[in-house]
């Protein structure tokens, strides 16, 4: 008899410190649709390194030291490019890529092979060898910087990319590790949030421009040579620069 | 800031005479309540709800806040010695003086209320109403569930509003109320050392049934819309904080819910999504919310100013805060930032996500620091116009922004 009043007090007592909360939840949908809303402005103007005129092309003076060596001596073009972006809609990109496989007058049917044995089709490429990894090609990288600078040189970065520069190379669409996302196309411009200074990004991750002003970049361009052939000629004219709003 | 208490301390909300709608008819009205609508006793509003407490004789009453049956605050009276008194509230005119209303809704339904005593004597307060100039004023012994042996514990009593009670109490002298609440003794009731606790005074219809509404209404012009979206104008692109096109109406007119609130969150799955949020690609953008809970539609002014649907944010070097940037005082933060659910502060000192409840003694109708939940931060009432905003400052063209916002009734 005492064991069947202790078991029910013990039941009472737990009863008395438990409840059941009645929860009833009425949900609205909030919406702010800006779909149409936003404004895109973007620009990209070729000039010249000296005198600042507007240019229609990337030429290399390589000095003769260069010509033949064994070490890639990365060599500043001749122009650079003033890259402005106001942009206040989401989904807008410019991108820039190379199909050096389309072109009649430098057409690469040969790539060379990176250190990781990849192979590659971007850069300027020699049209009598048509590419191959013996004077075939002269890579192309480039920088983002916020403020002008001729006197700019280029250090190549390893896996580590300085986030005040973005130190990227040209990339072909047939090179093979190529892969359509935003992190092999070269984009100009992206938004975060914000409307602000030009981004890069790509496989080395994002340069944020953070000493951009006036929503204004610029763009050089340095070729590397090595083992090149005097009195031959190396070029593209499969350098795209696409804006894309997605 | 209200205090349940027959002192008045009304702070804000104060002089000028405002289109309010009159809570008489409620299910439920609140005559000392916190958590229900009713009466209110801001006497310069000159309104139907007005009212004062008035006393008499040596009955002297104190706000107390020490374990109270409802909200944060319950009175305490306590009869002179051997003397007569005693107090009450009433109706009162443009003038403040005693003055009537039509409150035969009410016939044969209840005057409820809970109360706490000292001492089994205390049974012989007479305690009730006034109608068409009459004292109607019984022992609590003869209420509805008094018991004189329970001492210092909170009970819940009522008593008809009918014939039975008082052969005076009629539908048509209840159509001349004054007093809602009215106490009055003489010597012979009177023993030292009684204390009355007084709590959660409302009356309450005939077969009157709780309901809890939501309704939406138009900002432009309080007209009610059958929808479930809010929704901000594309016009308000790169603005700044704007007030969304539809406001709700929440009214909660029930005696039966226990221990009852209502919350206010959005329910994105992400604490960093508190407000309306985009998606595209790998970037996601959000528009901040906040929301405010306001005893009337917006615009309107009183005592303390303009209230208004404009919203304006800073920064005090220590937390950003709210306030209503139409009424020019930064002091005025009736605003809260939103929350999502997968981020609801839950201390004690901050809660951004209740409107309203029982035991919260009120609605939220201020902000201070940190969405506090401390006295002055509520405001007596069940029934409120919530308002949302959202921060369209940093929004990006091209995108459609939408979020879950969730309004929860709780209660055991």
Known sequence: ?246 | MFKKSFVILFLSMLSTSVAFASNIGRNFYGVLSESLSGVNFNESLHIDDSVRFFAWGNMGSSNQTDNPKEGLNYTRCVPGNSSWGGGGITFVNSSNAEADRDMSAYYNGELRLSVKINNSNCGKFPVGIKVNGINIAVPLSNFSGFDSSKINQWQDISLKLNSNTNANITSSNMAKTSFLLLIAYDENVVSNNLALDIDYVRWVKPNATGAFNVTVKKVSDNTTVNTSNITWASSNFQTEWKVAEQYLVLDFDDDSKKNWDVKLYVNNSSATRNGLYAVKGKDEFVMPMCWRASENALPYSDGSGSHTTQIGEDYDGTYWYLYDKGNGDKGFRPWLYMQDLKALKTDKDKDYSTVMGYKTGGYHAYSGEYGSISNSGYYSGSKVSLYLGANCKNTIGGLKYTGNICVVLTYE
């Open chain 1, 1 to 246: 008899m005492k064991k069947v009043v202790s078991l029910l007090a013990v039941l009472f007592l737990f009863a008395g410190l438990s409840f059941a909360a009645t929860v009833s939840t009425t949900t609205y949908v909030g919406i702010a649709d800006f779909s149409n809303s936003g404004t895109v402005d973007f620009s990209f103007t070729l000039k010249n390194v000296s005198g600042d005129a507007v240019a229609s092309q990337l030429n290399w003076t390589s000095p003769d030291a260069f010509v033949g060596g064994s070490t890639v001596a990365w060599v500043r073009a001749d122009q650079y490019a003033v890259v402005a972006a106001t942009v206040t809609k989401a989904g807008f990109n410019v991108y820039m890529y190379q199909t050096n496989k389309n072109s009649s007058n430098y057409k690469a049917e040969t790539p060379r092979h990176n250190a990781d044995n990849s192979t590659v089709y971007s850069g300027l490429v020699n049209p009598e060898k048509k590419g191959g990894d013996f004077k075939g090609y002269i890579p192309v990288a480039f920088s983002f910087v916020g403020t002008k600078n001729a006197n700019i040189t280029y250090d190549i970065k390893t896996a580590t990319v300085s986030a005040t520069r973005s130190d990227k190379f040209f990339m072909d669409t047939a090179d093979s590790t190529y892969t359509k996302d935003e992190g092999d196309y070269m984009k100009y411009t992206k938004i975060a949030g914000l409307v602000g200074p030009v981004f890069a990004q790509g496989t080395d991750g994002d340069w944020t421009g953070s000493d951009v002003v006036n929503n204004t970049a610029y763009m050089y361009f340095f070729g590397g040579f090595a083992n090149i052939t005097g009195g031959e000629k190396y070029g593209t004219d499969q350098l795209h620069i696409v804006q894309v709003t997605e």
